[in-house]
């Protein structure tokens, strides 16, 4: 699994429904904006990995302003939506290839027990997008701080 992980001041995401409506699915204040991709031959070790590290990852300030503290540690939310994307190969030509990432069902099943596993870690706020909608994802980037994570880089 791979995850682009953003720690924002607010973040939001809204679906665009085919009629032309727009409905929020997902708000978050201080957190984590997490964009999650499954790929193909994912495991529920690679699941675990990617679970782990977004609530643990240290990249809030402490009172000496180092980055010491999980998602965990503020009480913050996190905001997940899945992002097939994150395992496009634009390597030959100018169109990537998405063939590295994981078949839609099984993709979805991942992302909602990525959802649970985070709300079972204790995370005070767990949102998400809608899987394989139309979204517009807006967010508040803090610092700014961005982190890549790739289970198959992890262990």
């Given at each position: ?36 991709g ?23 300030a ?5 980055m ?40 979805k ?9 985070l ?20 967010l508040?980037?803090d ?13």
């Amino acid at each position: 699994m791979r995850a682009v992980v953003q720690r924002v001041t607010r973040a939001r995401v809204t679906v665009r429904d085919a009629d032309g409506g727009e409905r929020v699915t997902g708000v978050i204040e201080r957190g984590l904006m997490v964009l999650l991709g499954a790929g193909a031959g994912d495991t529920a070790t690679d699941l675990a990995y990617i679970v782990d590290k977004i609530a643990n990852l240290r990249i809030f300030a402490d009172d000496a302003d180092k980055m010491n503290r999980s998602v965990l540690d503020v009480g913050g939310g996190v905001l997940v939506v899945s992002q097939f994307t994150l395992y496009g190969d634009a390597r030959q030509g100018r169109r990537p290839a998405f063939t590295g990432a994981l078949e839609p069902v099984a993709a979805k099943m991942l992302c909602e027990q990525a959802l649970a596993g985070l709300r079972a870690a204790g995370v005070v706020r767990v949102e998400a997008g809608e899987f394989a909608a139309d979204m517009a994802v807006e967010l508040v980037n803090d610092g700014p701080v961005t982190i890549l994570l790739d289970s198959r880089k992890g262990f």
